[in-house]
C-alpha cells in the first residue's frame, strides 16, 4: 500500500485566500484524522471521522476551518479565508480502528503569508 | 486536557548510549502508543502498549506503563544516529477515543 497521501505538500498563499487541503487514507481504515503541528502548540486534533462521518471536531478552531470526508478513500480540510496565524503543517492520518495505532501522511506545510 | 507531558523536553547523548524518555498523562487509558517523527516528516508509530501490559519490547525499544502513577517510559538501547528524531507519547482520550499526543521529547544521538 502506498500510505496515506497528502497534497499538496507545500502551499504558499496569501491572506484571505482559499486553501484546500486533500488526503487520501490507507485503503481499508474507517478512521481519519486531521492534525495541526505548530512549534508552539504542538500536535493538535483537528477533527477525527469514522466511517465517513465526523465524529469529533472539537478542535476545529474557528468556522473559517471546514473539513469533508465524501468517501472511504478522501477527505479534505478547507481554510477559508486563510490568515497567518493558520501557518503549520497539516497532517492527515488514518487507522484501521477505533483507538488504534494511526498512519500518518507526510503533511502539508501551509504558509500564509 | 488529556494532553501527556513528556520529560525531558530535549535529551542529548552519545552513539551507543540508551536514551530515556517519560510520559505522564492524566486521565484512565486502555493504551498507550509511541510515535517518532523525523525532522519534516510525519509520524510513524513505533510501539503499544495496553492499560494491562507493564511492559513491552520491540527490536531495540522498551515500554514500561504503570497506570497507578499514570506514566510510562520509552527507552532505547544501543543508540544509533540515525534514531535522532521527536518522540511522543498518545493516548486514546475521550468517549471518541480521540488519539491525542503529548509535547514531545527531542532526541540528539551524537555520532
Known amino acids: 500500500d502506498a500510505g496515506v497521501i497528502q497534497s499538496p505538500r507545500h502551499e504558499v498563499t496569501e491572506m484571505g485566500q482559499e486553501v484546500t487541503l486533500r488526503c487520501k487514507p490507507i485503503s481499508g481504515h474507517n478512521s481519519l484524522f486531521w492534525y495541526r503541528q505548530t512549534m508552539m502548540r504542538g500536535l493538535e486534533l483537528l477533527i477525527y471521522?469514522?466511517?465517513?462521518?465526523?465524529?469529533?471536531d472539537s478542535g476545529m478552531p474557528e468556522d473559517r476551518f471546514s473539513a469533508k470526508m465524501p468517501n472511504a478513500s478522501f477527505s479534505t480540510l478547507k481554510i477559508q479565508p486563510s490568515e497567518p496565524r493558520d501557518s503549520a503543517v497539516y497532517f492527515c492520518?488514518?487507522?484501521?480502528?477505533?483507538?488504534?495505532?494511526?498512519?500518518f501522511g507526510e503533511g502539508s506545510r501551509l504558509t500564509v503569508l | 486536557s488529556q494532553q501527556g507531558e513528556e520529560d525531558p523536553q530535549a535529551l542529548s547523548i552519545q552513539e551507543g548510549e540508551n536514551a530515556t524518555m517519560n510520559c505522564s498523562y492524566k486521565t484512565s487509558i486502555n493504551n498507550l502508543q509511541w510515535y517518532r517523527q523525523n525532522s519534516g516528516r510525519g509520524l510513524v508509530h513505533l510501539i503499544l502498549i495496553r492499560s494491562n501490559e507493564r511492559e513491552k519490547h520491540s527490536g531495540r525499544l522498551r515500554v514500561t506503563l504503570d497506570t497507578s502513577k499514570k506514566s510510562s517510559s520509552l527507552l532505547i538501547t544501543a543508540s544509533r544516529a540515525a534514531d535522532t528524531a521527536s518522540y511522543f507519547c498518545?493516548?486514546?482520550?475521550?468517549?471518541?477515543?480521540?488519539?491525542?499526543f503529548g509535547t514531545g521529547t527531542l532526541l540528539a544521538v551524537q555520532p
Open positions: 492520518a488514518s487507522s484501521p480502528r477505533t483507538g488504534g495505532e494511526l498512519f
Open positions: 471521522f469514522n466511517n465517513n462521518v465526523p465524529i469529533d
Open positions: 498518545a493516548t486514546p482520550y475521550g468517549a471518541t477515543n480521540k488519539l491525542i
